[in-house]
């Protein structure tokens, strides 16, 4: 049988991150050049299947109870496959391999990435066709065992590679955008997204009314967006990612780490700069003026002291 391989990019939120969780709208985007492949190949002398993530192994059986932590959302996704097509593979002598580019805990949609990939390979090994919709829903039911109460932006835009606007009651929608160059800066600071959430709802429980203004004036900065990427207008949308990063600022979930990188990247003249994912650490997206000034930006990002740099171009 031939090889199964599968790969798919990281995303970042452009707009609207914490505000989609009380169903406001929010922008992801695509990070086409940040990506985490899978591929499945088959070996007689294997008896069982194996799983390898990066230098790590693990000889799986269906029947294996106690999994190291490391591979239980893998296990978990493979169980979810079996019981949706209410079968179990055919073989056993397949070995699937796992390698990422995305850093984990940045805000750049690692577990989503996971997630999507495996849903992929496994279908393909069972046979069976995947629709998008069928993709969503499982990766969405992964994103459920990471993160508590996902909005379900991340899984949704990874598995479409494509820029979308999202809200929770009404599902995506893909946008066309003119061309935008992005730089993306990781403070090196890990987060857990269903800790910063829970925070934030502790927050809005306790003022529920000026939470729901700053949740709606992000809604109504994302819908601004969509036109300034519709129209290819850079310095409205520099200007409104800064708003952006000033009402998550007033969330509570910036942090000197990512304030930091954001100055820096504004004093190079970036149009604008926010922190993008859950906050509180993880990575900054700054908004370039074209695909030289994105690179420039990275180095002075990565020589200020930011642990990864990605350069990305939104076309
Ligand atoms: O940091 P990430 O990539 O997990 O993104 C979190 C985005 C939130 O809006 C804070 C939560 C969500 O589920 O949308």
Redesign the pocket.
């Known amino acids: 049988m031939k090889d199964i391989k599968a790969s798919v990019p990281a995303k970042v ?1 452009l707009f609207g ?2 505000a ?2 009380y169903n406001e709208s ?1 922008i992801a985007i695509p990070v086409s050049d940040v990506r985490a492949s899978a591929m499945i190949d088959f070996d007689n002398s294997l008896s069982e299947p194996l799983i390898a993530v990066d230098n790590w192994k693990l000889r799986y059986s269906f029947a294996d109870k106690d999994i190291p932590q490391k591979f239980q959302h893998i296990v978990k996704a493979i169980n979810l496959v079996r019981e949706t097509l209410n079968s179990d593979f055919q073989r056993s002598n397949w070995r699937l391999r796992i390698s990422s580019q995305i850093p984990i805990a940045r ?3 690692s577990s989503a990435a996971i997630s999507v990939l495996l849903f992929r390979v496994l279908f393909r090994l069972a046979g069976k066709e995947l629709t998008q919709k069928k993709l969503i829903e499982l990766s969405y039911e992964m994103e459920k065992f990471h ?1 508590g109460t ?2 379900g ?2 899984n949704a835009v990874i598995a479409l590679e494509a820029p979308i606007i999202f809200q929770k009651s009404k599902g995506f929608k893909l946008i066309n955008t003119k061309k935008f160059h992005f730089v993306i800066a990781d403070t090196g600071v890990g987060k857990k ?1 269903a800790s ?2 829970a925070d934030v709802a502790k927050r809005y429980q306790k003022n529920k009314r000026s939470y729901t203004e700053i949740f709606k004036a992000i809604g109504s900065v994302t819908s601004q967006g969509l036109d300034a990427l519709r129209l290819g207008n850079k310095p409205k949308l520099g200007q409104l990612m800064n708003l952006n990063q000033s009402l998550l600022d007033e969330l509570g979930v910036s942090s000197p780490e990512l304030d930091r990188l954001i100055e820096i990247a504004l004093s190079k003249k970036a149009p604008g700069a926010k922190l993008c ?2 906050g509180k650490g ?1 990575c900054i997206l700054a908004l370039a003026n074209d695909h030289d000034h994105a690179n420039e930006l990275c180095r002075t990002l990565l020589k200020a002291g930011a642990v990864h740099g990605f350069v990305t171009t939104l076309k």
């Open positions: 939120i991150e914490h989609v969780v929010a805000g750049m949609g993160h996902p909005s932006i991340d997204t910063v959430v994912g859950a993880g």
